[in-house]
């Protein structure tokens, strides 16, 4: 029991770090950080007959009188892809950089057991990530907005702070909570990054808080 106990104690200290500040001492906890949505362009290099699509696959959204792509819908990875005449693609709804490929290329092999020539593999780059994360901590945002260069915050209009990030470049929406949203990151590590390196300038002018 005394041993269990013991190993408890530990693995609590190990899942969080302390800081000091200003004469007290204050739980640090890690950033949470989730993937949202990865967003990716895409060209089979050839013209696609939509309507030949749409015969094949009937569940798909075709209105060229509205918006002149497809949507081509995917179960697993669950994403939707808009497919033009030139060939050319968008798919967003992916949670990480492997499944939006993975779901491209799934996409172009759906097309091809349909009956539609795809005579190449598509080239296809991510051209957007967005993700939420927590800081684990609360944000002075009055200060944040004086003590960051590029950053804007009418509390008036918008409650969160609009910080652009020069590198990474991401932009970054940071509400008093702690909580984030990120958005034009073209790497998940980017993403990783931008928090970590705003946490750290957080900490290093005492914008943040733990409790």
Known sequence: MKNEAVYKFYRGYLSVRYTMRSGFLMAKTEATITIQNVVATANLNQKVDLNAVVRDYPSVEYRPDVFPGLVFRLKRPKTAT????????????????????????????????????ILNKPDWKVVNIVASASLGGKVDLEKTVVALRRTIYEPGQFPALIYRMDEPKVGILVYASGSLVITGAKKEQEVYDAVHKLRGSLEEKNLISYE
């Open 82 to 117: 808009l497919i033009f005449g030139t060939g050319k693609m968008i798919c967003a709804g992916a949670k990480s950089e492997k499944e939006v490929g993975r779901a491209i290329m799934k996409v172009a092999e759906e097309l091809k057991k349909g009956g539609i020539i």
